[in-house]
C-alpha cells in the first residue's frame, strides 16, 4: 500500500479578476497550446517572465500602425499589450519597437539625435511631444549626454524618436534562450540548478548545472498551460521543466514546473472534513489530500467526488495534495 503524506490547504475563494492590460516584452506564442508568454518588469525585480492562456487561436493582433497582423508574425522581442479578461487574453496590440543603443551625438537646440546600434548609425528627430527620461524621471535633451547607452523607442513609422530612457531605464534589453529538461537537483541557497537534458547538437541525457539568476521566478503548469506561481522554497527536483536562459550571463532567469499528474483512477472514497482522498492504485489505494482551493472541472463541486467516479488529478510539484482535478466522469 503506497501513499502520498499531505497537509490540508485551506484558502479563500478566488474572485473573478477585472479586465486590465499587461505590457510586456515577447517571448514566444505556443499556438498547440494556447499559450504567449512575455517578459515584465515588476516593481522590485528588473524583469520575470509570465505565460498566460490565449482565449482563441486566431486572437486579434493590431500593429503599432492599426492594421492587423497575425499571431505567428509577432518578432520576439517586440513590445506588447495583452487584454486580459480573467485568465484569458483576448487581444493583442504591439507597441512602438524600441532598441538598446549608444548615443553618439545629441543636438539639443534642433532635438535631434545620432545613436549607434548593432547594426550602424542613424540620425532621427524627436517627436514634438517626445519624453526624456533618466532613472524614469523627466529631464531635459541636453542633460542627456554622448556615449551613454539609452534605450530609444521610435514612433510608429520609425522616422522619429518618441521617447529616450537613460539611466535605469537605459539598460539593455536581456535576450532569453528557452529549453527544457528534468530537473535533477535544486540548491535555492546556493542559486544552483542541476537538469538533465539533450543538446541541440544530439547529445543526449546529460546533467547541466546552472546558476539562478538573484531575481528568478517559478511557476506550475498542468499540461504546458499556466496554473500558477511559485515560490523558490516550492520548487521539488524530478519534475520535467522549461527553463529561460540569460544568453549573456547563462544563468536561469526563469523556470517553469510541469505538475506529476494522476492519470485517470476510480475513486475509492473521498472525506470532505479532512480533504483525503483515496485513489484505485496499481498496488493498492492511494491516499492524497485535497486543497480546498483545488480547481474543478467546470459544473463539478466536491460533492462529485463520489466511489467508481474516475478523476485525473494534478498534483503539488513536492506530491502532497491535488491542486487540479481536471476530468471527472461517474
Keep these: 500500500m503506497r501513499a502520498l503524506f499531505v497537509m490540508f490547504l485551506c484558502s479563500a475563494s478566488a474572485f473573478a479578476q477585472d479586465a486590465k492590460d499587461i505590457k510586456g516584452i515577447f517571448q514566444e506564442v505556443d499556438v498547440e497550446n494556447g499559450t504567449i508568454t512575455l517578459r515584465i518588469h515588476e516593481t522590485g525585480k528588473v524583469y520575470r517572465l509570465k505565460t498566460f492562456n490565449l482565449l482563441k487561436p486566431d486572437l486579434p493582433v493590431t500593429t503599432a500602425l492599426g492594421k492587423p497582423a497575425p499571431l505567428k508574425e509577432i518578432e520576439v522581442d517586440a513590445r506588447l499589450t495583452l487584454k486580459l479578461e480573467g485568465d484569458d487574453v483576448t487581444a493583442i496590440a504591439i507597441s512602438p519597437a524600441m532598441i538598446s543603443a549608444y548615443l553618439k551625438h545629441v543636438d539639443a537646440k534642433n532635438r535631434i539625435v545620432t545613436y549607434k546600434h548593432t547594426i550602424g548609425e542613424k540620425t ?51 535576450h532569453l534562450t528557452k529549453m527544457s529538461g528534468v530537473l535533477f537537483d535544486f540548491d535555492a541557497g546556493k542559486q544552483v540548478a542541476t537538469i538533465w ?134
Excluded at 125 to 133: F, I, N, S, W
Excluded at 144 to 150: A, H, Q, R, W
Excluded at 231 to 238: F, H, I, S
Design 124 to 174: 532621427l528627430p524627436l517627436l514634438p511631444d517626445a519624453k526624456v527620461l533618466y532613472s524614469g524621471s523627466p529631464v531635459e535633451l541636453s542633460e542627456i549626454k554622448s556615449s551613454k547607452l539609452v534605450n530609444i523607442l521610435f514612433s510608429e513609422d520609425r522616422k522619429a524618436i518618441a521617447e529616450i530612457r537613460a539611466g535605469k531605464g537605459g539598460a539593455p534589453e536581456v
Design 197 to 330: 537534458s539533450s543538446g541541440q547538437n544530439g547529445d543526449a541525457s546529460l546533467l547541466h548545472e546552472y546558476p539562478l539568476l538573484k531575481d528568478a521566478t517559478y511557476s506550475l503548469a498542468f499540461q504546458s498551460k499556466p496554473f500558477r506561481d511559485l515560490t523558490a522554497q516550492e520548487v521539488r527536483r524530478g519534475v520535467k521543466i522549461v527553463y529561460w536562459l540569460e544568453a549573456g550571463a547563462k544563468k536561469i532567469m526563469h523556470m517553469e514546473l510541469e505538475m506529476p499528474i494522476l492519470a485517470k483512477r476510480a475513486v475509492v472514497a473521498f472525506d470532505r472534513s479532512t480533504g483525503l482522498l483515496s485513489l484505485e492504485g496499481p498496488e493498492g489505494p492511494l491516499f492524497v489530500h485535497v486543497a480546498e482551493n483545488v480547481k474543478l472541472p467546470r459544473g463539478k463541486t466536491l460533492d462529485d467526488l463520489r466511489s467508481k467516479a474516475r478523476v485525473q488529478c494534478g498534483l503539488s510539484v513536492d506530491r502532497k495534495r491535488v491542486e487540479i482535478i481536471d476530468s471527472m466522469a461517474p
